[in-house]
């Protein structure tokens, strides 16, 4: 299965948004995606997509917020059917690479304390934990970890991001911006 990864448009939204609902207690409106789009400066964002031009079908999205050399991942999901096939690995490499390209030193996340499925994806990108924020999330009261991955315009961080980006089961990235 090819996975191109691409910029986010506005006609993607509706299926963005579907990704958000079934992947999130807490979506994000509609809005917040168009505003992330057409307003925010600061904001990258990235959706794969699988199947033929024309017909093809948005399968994860992912946004991340630049401030100087630093960058925050504000949301990072895959569709439930196309979940533990290396596409959210490789939509965090391709993000990452891009935001390497624009300066990024640093990056940094909050995942839910019981989130153990995205601890091990950014475990395999070499995040660590910073902290805990206690009762972070207001809909169960949950934690948040927040976790920090540096070093990112050393050559060897860049080559570790390259290597995951490219090490797919058998599938070959495509790079569509
Ligand atoms: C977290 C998420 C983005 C991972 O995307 P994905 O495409 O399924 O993940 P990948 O196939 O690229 O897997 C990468 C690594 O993540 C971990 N992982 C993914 N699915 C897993 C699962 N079901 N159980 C345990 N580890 C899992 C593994 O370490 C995996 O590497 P491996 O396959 O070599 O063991 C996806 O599960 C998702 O959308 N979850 C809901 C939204 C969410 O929690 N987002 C993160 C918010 S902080």
Redesign the pocket.
């Known amino acids: 299965m090819d996975v191109l990864i691409r910029p986010m448009k506005l006609e993607d939204i509706s299926q963005v948004h579907e990704i958000d609902v079934q992947?999130?207690s807490l979506p994000w409106p509609e809005r917040s995606f168009r505003y992330e789009l057409t307003e925010n400066q600061t904001s990258r964002l990235w959706v794969a997509e699988v199947g033929d031009p024309g017909d093809a079908r948005i399968v994860?999205m992912m946004v991340l917020w630049l401030i100087l050399d630093e960058a925050h991942i504000g949301?990072?999901?895959?569709h439930s059917d196309?979940?533990?096939?290396?596409?959210?690995?490789?939509l965090l490499a391709h993000a990452l690479l891009h935001a390497v390209d624009e300066g990024v030193a640093s990056v940094f996340?909050e995942?839910r304390r019981s989130?153990?499925?995205?601890q091990?994806?950014y475990a395999?990108f070499g995040f660590t934990l910073d902290g805990i924020r206690p009762r972070y999330y207001q809909d169960t009261g949950e934690d948040a970890l927040l976790l920090s991955l540096s070093g990112l315009q050393e050559a060897s961080t860049r080559a570790h991001l390259l290597k995951i980006l490219l090490s797919q089961s058998g599938e070959q990235a495509l790079m569509g911006g």
């Open positions: 992947s999130f994860a949301t990072i999901a895959v196309y979940r533990r096939m290396g596409i959210g690995r490789k996340l995942v989130n153990h499925t995205a091990s994806l395999q």
